[in-house]
């Protein structure tokens, strides 16, 4: 059974959730603290996020998911969702809403994401480890031990296209298509900033993500031709 973790402040927002997806093992929480501590012990397939919670704006959770996320706002303006998606959110459901259409979405996103993983197996390009199932990646280390690289569902699926075709350059359209798919319309600076988020979080790897101008991005090693 596929696990969604809710996280809502509003008890009764978390129960109509919960019993729609009631053939799903959802778990929930009304805070990030207790979204924190919930993520740290256990892994889902997808996260349910309300943005306006108690103790900050749910947005900081999105690096810390490891699973698709689906946000659930009452904010209307497009700038939000624009960050949200650029943040790494899958999808983006404005307050108020029908059960239904979430529960339409949530399987969607559940039989998308598990298609994929089961296409995945595990890829080395360096020092560098993708675990497809998993959706892990490992800088690994001939001292002082590996390094667990925290990143978003969509960050991995960018680095996996890349590292598919390691030297290669890949358009931003071709990203885009591989990381969010044909239903999901964002622009180029959006790849970009998770490209930008992507090279910070690799920098102690031997891995580079290049620029090629005017044509996209390619993975390389450093010390290989």
């Not at 996320?69 to 303006?77: A, F, K």
């Amino acid at each position: 059974m596929h696990s969604i973790l809710v996280v809502e402040d509003s008890t009764e927002m978390r129960l109509l959730i919960s019993d729609a997806l009631k053939d799903f093992d959802v778990s929930e929480c009304g805070s990030i603290q207790a979204a924190r501590e919930r993520l740290a012990t256990s892994q889902f397939d997808l996260v349910i996020l309300d943005l306006t919670l108690p103790d900050g704006d749910g947005l900081t959770l999105l690096p810390e998911a490891g699973a698709p996320v689906i946000i659930l706002s009452g904010r209307l303006d497009v700038a939000q969702k624009v960050v949200a998606f650029k943040l790494g959110a899958e999808d983006y459901v404005t307050k108020p809403f029908s059960m239904q259409e979430l529960r339409a979405r949530v399987e969607s996103k559940i039989v998308k994401h598990s298609r994929e993983k089961n296409g995945l197996e595990s890829l080395r390009l360096g020092d560098l480890v993708l675990d497809g199932p998993r959706q892990r990646i490992v800088i690994k280390r001939e001292v002082n031990g590996d390094d667990d690289v925290q990143c978003t569902s969509l960050e991995f699926r960018l680095l996996w296209s890349m590292a598919r075709a390691p030297g290669r350059v890949l358009s931003r359209d071709h990203l885009l298509e591989s990381a969010w798919g044909k239903t999901v319309h964002v622009g180029d600076r959006t790849v970009d900033a998770h490209i930008s988020h992507l090279r910070k979080k690799l920098e102690g790897s031997k891995v580079r993500i290049e620029t090629v101008v005017g044509s996209g991005y390619r993975l390389s090693v450093i010390g290989e031709s």
